[in-house]
């Protein structure tokens, strides 16, 4: 089983609104990330966690927060976007660290923001 | 330079043929290499990863290695119209101590019935 599931699917919001994007894998894997993919472009990365600590960091925008409350869930928080913030967020998961395993992607949330 | 070049197509191929999907890389201590396949609103489907030089076969897909010429492509064989979709080719680049996945921009296939 490679499933990698993500909640919610779709997703609106104002710029003033605060949401959380959620991920959950049960395949044991101890390696998570989280990707932006813009229309006609490849997926972007934004964070890294492995073990449960983050270890990337994209230089990403303080209005997102990522969080690992366990090794099977992963957490971004949303908070005053922008509008060009829409985009598909991806979360993926790996064995173990980045380019080491093979990663496997959810399904996404589509986010957009108004 | 970019790190991981592919040709964004489109590239049509009839129904039955070979697809071949080609892309290079910059980053000559590269050591994992991946596939994926997306199709339009959906997320990147890994569908052949490959770590050692030559050939790695998967039903009908063949993924090529080849570190010297620091280049990787994936063979289709007997192409399907369900084939039709972006397929991106997936690096591990070591960027200041950390490992991670960059990907080429996606060559778009369409198969012809």
């Known amino acids: 089983d490679t499933e990698v599931t993500q909640t919610p699917k779709h997703l609106v919001m104002g710029m003033t609104n605060k949401k959380s994007l959620k991920c959950e894998q049960h395949?044991?894997?101890?390696?998570m990330y989280w990707y932006k993919q813009k229309a006609k472009k490849p997926p972007e990365l934004m964070f890294v966690?492995?073990?449960?600590?983050?270890?990337i960091n994209e230089s990403v925008p303080s209005r997102f927060s990522p969080e690992c409350p366990n090794s099977s869930l992963l957490n971004l928080h949303l908070h005053a976007l922008q509008p060009e913030d829409s985009a598909l967020y991806l979360c993926?998961?790996?064995?173990?660290?980045?380019?080491?395993?093979?990663?496997?992607f959810g399904p996404g949330t589509r986010l957009t923001v108004t | 330079q970019k790190e991981v070049e592919q040709n964004s197509g489109p590239l049509s191929v009839p129904e039955g043929a070979i697809a071949s999907l080609n892309c290079t890389y910059s980053?000559?201590?590269?050591?994992?290499f991946f596939w994926y396949r997306q199709y339009s609103g959906k997320s990147p489907e890994l569908i052949m990863f490959?770590?050692?030089?030559g050939d790695k076969e998967d039903g009908r897909f063949t993924a090529q290695l080849n570190k010297a010429s620091q280049y990787v492509s994936l063979l289709i064989r007997d192409s399907q119209p369900s084939d039709s979709a972006t397929y991106l080719c997936?690096?591990?680049?070591?960027?200041?101590?950390?490992?991670?996945?960059?990907f080429g921009t996606g060559t778009r296939l369409t198969i012809i019935p």
């Open positions: 966690y492995s073990y449960e600590k983050l270890s």
């Open positions: 980053d000559r201590g590269s050591q994992s």
């Open positions: 490959i770590y050692s030089n």
């Open positions: 395949m044991g894997h101890r390696a």
């Open positions: 993926a998961s790996s064995l173990e660290g980045p380019g080491v395993h093979e990663q496997y």
């Open positions: 997936a690096v591990s680049i070591s960027n200041f101590g950390n490992e991670k996945l960059t």
